[in-house]
């Protein structure tokens, strides 16, 4: 599960506990939900070295998509096995 390498662990209801402490809630999602058929992101992390993510990523086996460039930073997705969407940012 790729959650757990970026220090997020399940609590008993389900919900995600932040290495501050703090809980994630995770509320349902359903293609309906979606805007104008634009797959949302799950959750979004921003991180300080995203080149060394996107190897980790990749040689565990993770489907990663391209790197983008954008105006305030870099960014790329990537899916878990259930294929829900996650997206990394890395700030300039």
Known sequence: MPMVQFGLFPDRNGDLILPSGQILY?????PSDMINDVIVPVLSFEVDAIMDVYARLKNNGIQVGELENVMTGKHYFFHDPDNNRFGIYQSQ
């Open 26 to 30: 995770l509320l349902p999602f359903k």
